[in-house]
């Protein structure tokens, strides 16, 4: 029986193949089977996907919109109600004609059933009784009329002679309680269910039986324990396998509806069905699958408080079958409820079954929850172990398995019980130790990712349970694998006591044990000073011990759950033996004296008097790092001296390196001593010259000296010596600070749990309607004010996430005085000292227009200051006119204006703009006497102000219906002082000569120590210098080519090399994940998931503000949420992703789901004119566009990429002059055969072609033709994005710098072209060479001017003062600058950059830029490094690995992995190149690459069926369904005819480009 599954899949196919790939068996359930997939759906929250994509747009729209308003109750109305149309008044008066008239029928029916008489008229009448019921309403029947056919019913059923007979009385027995529910009640009464169960267990024919079964299931949904008792578990299951799946499925849900509601006397024939229950459990259908583990889960729930019960469902290998489904190697995909629940099956099971205990161990249950640990997205943690929709979270179900399965106090269990597990464990010192080597790791990891305090606490646990039954000598193992004593010092942190009590009783019991092993580290890594800073906190000042002053803001308050769940206890959190109720009341273990208590007893103990107050607790390496931290602040006090910069370099160079031989020596340096030892502050503040923190040394020009140390800092780095050597520098460094970062950053995750999507209306600052609720303020007028009137109205709603700009917007005209010309005049006058201090210099051209009516006010609804953008307004008309749309518009609004500071240098205007457009802050905000950030949004800063309070707090429902007091006053100070003074700096430093390279770094370094970190994060805290220190190593890294090669160039000015040979440079990057925060990712994650981030303002600001400063923190993932989040508003939640998806899913595809779909015909013979009405039509509008071509069928996810696949090569065939490389003619291009069309071949990328402004024509193509395909480029790159398209457009590095905002600089020109970038390199490096030797030696240099270049005069280069490869593409008109020569060479040099990389591309990109914006902001991409970027856009360059294949492809209607043919394309597909892996793709997918995140990213799933061939199958081709990803594949006798099939599809693809079979 086992092979059952397989065989029926392969009876599936004698349907015709395309009826079957697109029936309702594939995409829906059907009558039968109806009431199943609806109990799977209301449990399983990720049901079988629906290929919806070729559904209409108002289909789809329905579909969102349903899912998107829950909260809308049917008293409120619909808008498709139709009370009021005259047509239903008529439609239901003819229903109650016809009700009265099936009554009659029925009458009539009854009477001819209740007579003995001919079969045939018996046969007749309930064939017409079936008709009757199946076209009825409640209303055809009445209770009497029910009860009256129920007994006759029965009575047929049982009929021993007459099939047909028995069939059409079971049927109407089905249609009976399909049509009148309350019937199933009266026909339990005629015995009806007893029948039925008789029926099934003599299985004399099929249909009967398949009928009963549909009967029983209809009946068990209201009467389950009539079922149970009359045996129709055992009825239903004993010839499960001679049905279909889908009957196996009806049969099934009877038996979940039966165990559903099991009473607590459970009969013991419900033991008798878990031998069948699984072996069930291995059959391949999900579906099946599914209900099996649901009625086995409620069993085992039942049984749970009997041994002997428990022991009894072990023996039928249900432990075995359990464990295989919850491994991730498991063929069966489970839903995550589901899978919970069989996690939750092992605690209960394992809790009181000594035999389950055993087997889990002996089945290695450790790896396979290690492996869930290190998989599962931790920030789909809730923050409490409560039930959400009716299922544990996963990881709190894990975390209680382990408890169950480290037995070390009795609770309610049996002592015995208890012991027999300990002495189990104790007798198998092995199993424990493979065990703890498993978990311990895992344990520590998921603690210092983030976690909540629940899981946290819940770890802690399993650690201390650890610890206690491991004996001493295999402990010492066992730790080795985590260090334990970093990992508590962070943890004694916290300031929950739970946590600090477990966390002191597991130190207690490592130092009992392992007292001389552990004592020396527990001093090195900060324990001792941390269990001091319990006792004596006033004891650790900020200088000293920075580590443990003060209190941290945890997860234990910031993460609270809040409204309607009642928190309990952490006590009872994990306490699987206590009842729920005990659990919820119990009052907590710990009085408030037992932290104090505990850590004064383990110092008193453990830890001598002479460690305490003095030098002693401090370790050598500890008091040497603090003399290096010592000897670079003495060295930044130095006085400057001619001779001193070139000396104090050196120092610092010596000082450096002695440093990084002391973290990368033999003696480990531990986190607490590299925190403690200041080492990070003074090394930040001596490379910054005091910039990072403001304390400016000296005046501008110390930037020069900055560039110089960060010089030195790369030569120690980025020496040729340690490139090739085991250990890179600079990974370790990075090492120390992540570790560092996680162990001392607080930053809070606040969680609502009471936020709930709801429509509301805000007053302030647009007064229109929102789709989550509003904050209820009071504005009030500042005491002693005499410029600014009262407001008016006593209590306001406002938009939470509007910027307080806005709300300035709406005040000012309403609290301004203008009655008392006095008064008036001091206003006026104060606003003219605000205009002269506060304006900035703005470009007449910024993107944020020039009238100033009505809707530009309308522009301030954002998180922050709008940004400048031309299109801005045209959205908010569209969000007027479309009310559907508000929230993910006021968000996308929200988003744009607060990532508009992305840009280091437009973040300097954000808080001087406000919605009048004269760039001062007129209304200073404060609450409780404290100031506002105007750079948050109302609900960040209310956060903000309780998170700085030292009140615990919860956002909750209170926040929402609590009174919120904001004062005013009016603005007399400049907001914008540092900025002004950081824009001042990069304004000095840009206009530095450009012909010196390195001058180039300028910008780099004022715009670094110009940017702004969290607001809220103290500048003297340990974790300001920490992130400072990141972000500069990061720049370091990613400029490491630009770095060394100025070091070479100097080099060869200087003459330490001759060889220009030696300007190349190799280098070895990090990779961008060392600088990713594992614990900060986790906690953006779990934040973008709470139901308050509707919009990036909706988040805490530190969110914003270091996404902003240090993206580089964050996953690629992450990002990838944020940015979307950012750009285009909330996106619609899967709940419950499927368990085993360990690859983030892609939000490209899911992101625009929400939004209302648009058709759009487009013509494949003119690709891009089409694309240009396209984005005419639809570039501002949040539409969602589907293609359908002219003259073919299909529309949907397959055409839609081929298109934008289609269009990426259209934009890079030859003879556009949009390119470098392309130098083909038009006329060279019209004489090319259709299938001789080129593409720019440019094997390092696109790059813009140059063209000279004194050109406007070239190869009869106009500039403004150049420029209006860059506009629709950048128009199609945008909407790609936000429909979450793949491109197929191979950028060069250097253009997607450009996108990114960053500036070019002549290091940048060998990313696109080498041979160029490497001569221009060496032209500088001449003319450094002889300028250096001229500033030497003076007109007595001794320079050779004869071979300056390689040997050769620079004159007998023949070199005029053209663009190199563009003769047309004149440098200069000075009349001596025709040629080039030794003198102005530089100049030659410094032209032919600027035309490459800025003046001569400066108009396409800007073209580009102004296309791009009206989808949405560019900025909001400057999140993302370049190699980021392009697989945002264009997806991912590498296929999966083969084995990586069979987990996210589905198989399905004949196929399942091991089918031979599905073997042999595998096979096939591991063998392919890369350009046959991208014709594959195009094949199935409709675009050469796949989205991010690859084939698991893929939505719908690639899916595998078997195709109905005719006579042969070898002489057929595969056939796909692109717009869900669906691929026919014929049963190929052979690998052979296989690879045949392959190549003429593959010939197919790479000649036409077309890819969409219908079928």
């Not at 929250?45 to 789809?60: C, G």
């Not at 595809?1149 to 487009?1162: D, Y």
């Amino acid at each position: 029986m086992g092979n059952r599954g397989q065989k029926r899949m392969e009876m599936a196919v004698d349907l015709p193949e395309d009826k079957r790939a697109c029936s309702s068996l594939d995409f829906r359930p059907s009558t039968s089977n109806s009431s199943v997939q609806t109990h799977l759906n209301s449990t399983n929250s990720t049901p079988e996907t629906h290929h919806n994509d070729m559904d209409t747009s108002s289909s789809a729209s329905a579909s969102s919109r349903s899912e998107e308003e829950p909260e809308k109750d049917s008293g409120y109305g619909s808008c498709d109600s139709d009370d009021g149309d005259p047509r239903h008044s008529g439609l239901r008066e003819l229903q109650r004609r016809r009700s009265s008239g099936d009554l009659g029928k029925l009458r009539s029916i009854l009477g001819s059933l209740s007579e003995d008489g001919d079969p045939s008229k018996q046969i007749v009448a309930l064939t017409e009784l079936c008709e009757v019921l199946s076209f009825g309403t409640e209303d055809s029947l009445s209770s009497m009329m029910a009860d009256s056919l129920s007994p006759v019913l029965v009575k047929l059923a049982r009929h021993e002679s007459n099939p047909e007979i028995m069939l059409l009385a079971v049927r109407a027995v089905t249609y009976l309680c399909d049509v009148f529910p309350r019937s199933s009640s009266l026909l339990v009464r005629h015995d009806a269910v007893p029948a039925l169960c008789q029926r099934l267990m003599a299985i004399e024919y099929l249909d009967v039986a398949e009928q009963c079964l549909q009967a029983l299931e209809k009946i068990s949904r209201d009467q389950s324990l009539a079922c149970l008792q009359a045996g129709a578990i055992m009825a239903v299951l004993t010839y499960i396998d001679f049905f279909a799946t889908s009957v196996q499925r009806v049969a099934l849900s009877t038996v979940v509806n039966i165990c559903k509601k099991l009473p607590s006397d459970c009969p013991s024939t419900l033991v008798d069905a878990v031998p069948i229950l699984c072996n069930l459990l291995q059959y391949e259908d999900r579906q099946l699958v599914e209900s099996v583990a649901i009625c086995l889960i409620k069993i085992s729930a039942q049984l749970s408080q009997s041994t002997e019960m428990l022991d009894e469902l072990c023996k039928h290998g249900l432990i075995h079958q359990a464990t295989h489904l919850i491994n991730l190697n498991s063929r069966t995909t489970l839903s995550q409820p589901v899978y919970n629940g069989l996690i939750g099956l092992l605690v209960k099971v394992s809790s009181g079954s000594l035999a389950a205990f055993r087997t889990l161990y002996e089945l290695n249950i450790s790896s396979i929850l290690k492996d869930i640990l290190s998989t599962y997205d931790l920030s789909h943690g809730m923050s409490s172990p409560h039930v959400v929709d009716g299922h544990s979270n996963q990881v709190h179900e894990v975390l209680k398995l382990l408890n169950e399965l480290l037995p070390t106090s009795a609770g309610d269990q049996c002592v015995q019980l208890v012991l027999d597990k300990q002495s189990y464990l104790a007798e198998h010192p092995d199993l424990l130790q493979k065990f703890g080597m498993d978990i311990l790791p895992m344990l520590v990891q998921v603690v210092n990712s983030g976690a909540n305090i629940y899981v946290c606490y819940g770890c802690l646990s399993v650690i201390h349970k650890l610890v206690y039954l491991t004996k001493s000598d295999m402990l010492v193992e066992l730790l080795k694998c985590a260090n334990i004593p970093s990992f508590l010092a962070g943890v004694l942190t916290r300031k929950d006591h739970h946590v600090l009590i477990l966390a002191l009783e597991i130190a207690e019991k490592i130092l009992q044990k392992l007292s001389d092993t552990f004592l020396n580290s527990f001093v090195k890594e900060g324990v001792f000073f941390a269990i001091d800073a319990l006792l004596t906190p006033e004891k650790c000042s900020q200088q000293l011990f920075p580590v443990f002053s003060g209190m941290q803001l945890c997860s234990s308050s910031s993460q609270k759950s809040s409204g309607r769940e009642v928190l309990r206890c952490l006590c009872y959190a994990f306490d699987t033996g206590q009842s729920s109720t005990v659990s919820e009341s119990g009052t907590c273990w710990h009085d408030k004296d037992s932290v104090h208590n505990l850590a004064q007893k383990i110092r008193t103990t453990y830890f001598s008097p002479e460690l305490f107050g003095s030098e002693e607790g401090l370790t050598d390496i500890l008091q040497n790092l603090k003399t290096f931290s010592a000897a670079l602040s003495d060295l930044m006090n130095v006085p400057s001296s001619n001779d001193s910069p070139a000396q104090n370099e050196e120092n610092f160079y010596s000082i450096l390196h002695q440093i990084m031989e002391k973290l990368n020596g033999t003696e480990p340096v531990s986190t607490f001593e590299f925190i403690e030892s200041g080492i990070v502050k003074s090394l930040m503040n001596y490379l910054s010259n005091g910039l990072y923190n403001g304390e400016l040394h000296g005046a501008y020009c110390n930037l020069s000296v900055v560039e110089k140390r960060f010089e030195v800092l790369a030569r120690l780095f980025l020496s040729p010596s340690n490139i090739i050597s085991e250990d890179f520098p600079l990974s370790v460094l990075i090492q120390k600070l992540q570790s560092a970062l996680s162990s001392l950053e607080n930053f809070p995750v606040i969680l609502s749990h009471s936020f709930r999507q709801r429509n509301s209306f805000a007053t302030v600052p647009f007064g229109r309607c929102i789709a989550h609720p509003c904050l209820r303020v009071r504005f009030v007028k500042g005491d002693g004010e005499t410029c600014l009137s009262d407001f008016s109205e006593d209590l306001v709603t406002v938009d939470p996430f509007s910027s307080l700009d806005a709300i300035e917007g709406y005040l000012w005209p309403k609290v301004s005085v203008k009655g008392s010309k006095d008064v008036q005049s001091d206003c006026q006058a104060i606003d003219q000292m605000n205009s002269e201090s506060l304006s900035l210099p703005l470009d007449a051209k910024s993107i944020q227009g020039e009238s100033s009516g009505p809707m530009e006010h309308e522009n301030m609804c954002a998180d922050l200051p709008p940004l400048k953008h031309d299109t801005m307004t045209s959205d908010l008309v569209e969000m007027q006119e479309d009310e559907a749309n508000v929230s993910v518009l006021a968000s996308e609004q929200a988003a744009a204006s607060k990532q508009s500071s992305l840009g280091e240098t437009s973040s300097l205007h954000e808080s001087c703009a406000d919605c009048n457009n004269d760039h001062t802050c007129k209304l200073l905000f404060y609450i409780e006497g404290k100031k506002l950030d105007r750079t948050l949004t109302v609900y960040q800063a209310i956060l903000q102000q309780q998170i700085k309070s030292d009140d615990e707090f919860i956002t909750g429902t209170k926040l929402w219906s609590q009174v919120h007091t904001i004062t005013y006053r009016r603005a007399v100070e400049s907001q914008c002082d540092d900025p002004q003074k950081c824009l001042h700096l990069g304004q000095k430093f840009s206009l530095l000569d450009r012909v010196e390279a390195h001058m180039h770094f300028a910008s780099l370094f004022s715009s670094m120590f110009a940017c702004k970190l969290a607001s809220d994060l103290d500048k003297s805290s340990p974790i300001y210098d920490i992130l400072y220190m990141l972000k500069c190593l990061e720049v370091v890294n990613r400029f490491t080519y630009h770095l060394m090669s100025h070091e070479r160039i100097l080099a060869f000015a200087e003459g330490r090399i001759d060889n220009l040979d030696d300007l190349k440079v190799g280098v070895r990057l990090l990779h961008q994940n060392e600088f990713v925060s594992t614990k900060l990712t986790e906690k953006l994650e779990q934040q973008m998931r709470d139901a308050s981030s509707v919009s990036i303002g909706g988040m805490p600001s530190w969110c914003n503000q270091l996404m902003t400063s240090c993206p580089f923190l964050f996953s690629f993932e992450a990002k990838c949420k944020y940015f979307r989040l950012a750009a285009f508003g909330p996106r619609q939640v899967q709940p419950h992703p499927p368990y085993n998806n360990s690859v983030a899913v892609s939000e490209r595809r899911q992101g625009a789901s929400g939004l209302p779909r648009k058709k759009f015909s487009v013509c494949r013979n003119r690709i891009l004119e089409s694309a240009a009405q396209m984005m005419d039509q639809y570039a501002n509008h949040k539409t969602l566009l589907e293609v359908e071509y002219d003259e073919e069928v299909g529309t949907g996810l397959g055409p839609t990429l081929e298109f934008y696949t289609l269009v990426s090569h259209e934009f890079q065939k030859s003879g556009l002059r949009m390119w470098r490389d392309d130098h083909s003619s038009l006329a060279t291009r019209n004489s090319l055969q259709v299938e001789d069309f080129e593409i720019v071949m440019s094997p390092f990328g696109l790059f813009p072609c140059p063209w000279s402004s004194a050109v406007d024509t070239l190869d009869v193509i106009q500039f403004s033709d150049v420029l209006k395909k860059y506009v629709l480029l950048g128009q199609v790159i945008a909407k790609a994005l936000q429909d979450g398209r793949v491109l197929d457009l191979p950028f060069a590095r250097a253009f997607y710098k450009l996108i990114l905002g960053k500036e070019l600089s002549l290091y940048d020109i060998q990313s696109f072209d080498p041979e160029l970038g490497s001569t221009l390199l060496e032209f500088q490096a001449v003319v450094n060479r002889k300028k250096y030797s001229e500033s030497i030696c003076g007109q007595n240099s001794t320079f050779d001017l004869d071979s300056c270049f390689r040997g050769t005069r620079v004159e007998d280069l023949y070199l005029d003062f053209t663009l190199p490869g563009y003769p047309e593409y004149v440098l200069t008109s000075e009349a001596d600058k025709k040629m080039v020569n030794m003198t102005n060479l530089g100049d030659y040099a410094a032209l032919v950059v600027d035309a490459t990389i800025r003046s001569g591309i400066s108009r396409q990109f800007e073209a580009f830029k102004s296309g791009f914006c009206q989808v949405f902001p560019i900025e909001l991409l400057q999140i993302f490094t370049e190699e980021e970027l392009e697989r945002l856009l264009c997806g991912e360059r590498d296929f999966l690995a083969f084995n990586e294949l069979l987990d996210h492809i589905k198989f399905d209607h004949g196929y399942t992995a091991s089918s031979p043919p599905i073997i042999n394309l595998l096979e096939i597909i591991k063998e392919f190149d890369y350009e046959q892996r991208r014709a594959f793709l195009q094949f199935v997918t409709g675009a050469p690459r796949l989205p991010p995140g690859g084939l698991a990213s893929l939505n719908p799933k690639l899916t595998i069926v078997r195709k109905h061939c005719g006579n042969s199958a070898d002489a057929d081709l595969p056939s796909v369904m692109t717009c869900a990803n669906y691929l026919k594949l014929p049963p190929y006798s052979s690998k052979v005819n296989f690879l045949a099939s392959l190549a003429s599809i593959q010939l197919f693809v790479f000649f036409f480009f077309w890819i969409f079979f219908a079928s």
